[in-house]
């Protein structure tokens, strides 16, 4: 037996159980940061992400189990578009909102989103969080329950389940034993690696200088110059800045050997910054903002000091955001992501999982074509999602609802 609990703030859950269920190589899931954003307003109800977190816990009450769980009220800062059924339901005079999101917030990042650490049963946990997940949902009304950019062997356990796949695609880079950056450009093709070379050198010939500092290392003058820039980029683009300065410092402070700042500078200056989680393997880029303009900059703070750091650190991947054919001919190749999702209202289950087939194909098309863009000689393209694991084993689960949920 399994009993599942709702918890409408992380700070509720033990941080070092919770942590050790989400491992070391997603710091977008660690307590603190999940904690950070709740405790500085970043996530809550003027932003319609509502904690509503998942813990599973055994006959003894040991927590085995656990998930970043919202009830949202839109499908801003999900990254996974859904607007097009919210649509739907209006147009039928029904609400798609609210519904429940299984993601850490504004991070479109692959990862574990059913948190089992180590587990040897986590084919059975897997399977009891998403039916408690499920039951959950019912309880509470709300038109469907998505679980967004999951990893491989949950994805299929869903599907098993019943529920239905998305697919989508990202750009990400696989390191290969490169031991400098020098060693990753000989593997392209002679036009790329000349473009490479040429982006660099414009931004060091500009009078630009990079630099490369861990988040415990940053300033609070440095902080505040970053949120800045942060910010600009947001309304530059018509965007809502999410993140507030407190958040980033409490961060700094908790988890700061797990963020990286990436600082371009002119004229004794900071012009342009970006911001990175990283993990035990992996290297995630999340936010860039700039106050001057300098050719190819953002490609040198966004994605080549990143890939630079990887090579140094010995780190497998290094996945700089969503979207973004761009990046491919800068040596971040088409990748798989998924995100699954049980709809309650049968009668647009039916049409939603028919679109869902049929956008698959459509997105395995794009992932081909652009994989024949790949900068690299040899063939080497991005793995895509882990393979199918055994069916989960059934297990019991019952859901309670806590008072403050």
Known sequence: MYQLT?????????????NALAGDDLPFLRHEFLAAMEHHGC????????????????????????????????????????????????????????????ASPYTPATGQRALTGDSPHRAALIDALVRGAVELAGQLGVSGLHWLFTAGDET??????????????????????????????????????????????????AGVRLR?????????????????????????????????LPFFREIGRTMGEQLLLVFAEHDGAIVAAAFCLQGANSLYGRHWGCSKEFHSLHFEACYYQGLDH??????????????????????????????????????????????LEHEIAGVEDYIAEMEQHSPYKRDAQAAGAAGTPAPAQGAAVSVTRRANA
């Open 310 to 355: 990887c090579i140094e650190h010995g780190l497998a991947r290094f996945e700089p955001g969503a979207q973004g054919e761009h990046k491919v001919p800068r040596g971040f190749l088409p990748t798989r992501t998924w995100s699954v999702h049980w709809i309650a209202d049968e009668t647009f289950r039916r049409p939603i999982g028919a679109f």
């Open 156 to 205: 299929e356990a869903m599907r098993n389940a019943g529920l239905m796949r998305r697919l989508g695609c990202q750009f990400h880079w696989r390191n290969r034993g490169y031991e400098s950056f020098d060693h990753l450009l000989a593997d392209f093709s002679a036009e790329k690696r000349k473009k490479v070379k040429r982006e660099r050198r414009r931004v060091s010939e």
């Open 43 to 102: 996530v809550g109800e003027r932003f319609g992400w509502i904690p509503r977190h998942l813990a599973l816990r055994d006959g003894v009450g040991d927590l085995v189990a656990a998930a970043p769980c919202y009830l949202k009220f839109n499908s801003y800062g999900e990254f996974v578009f859904d607007w097009a059924w919210a649509d739907a339901y209006q147009r039928a005079g029904r609400r798609y909102y609210p519904k429940l999101v299984v």
């Open 6 to 18: 709702t918890h409408s703030s992380i700070d509720d859950i033990d941080p070092a159980a919770w």
């Open 212 to 244: 490369r500092v861990r988040g415990d290392q940053v300033s609070a003058a440095e902080w505040a110059t970053f949120h800045r820039l942060y910010e600009d980029t947001f309304d530059k683009r018509g965007g809502i800045p999410t993140l507030t």
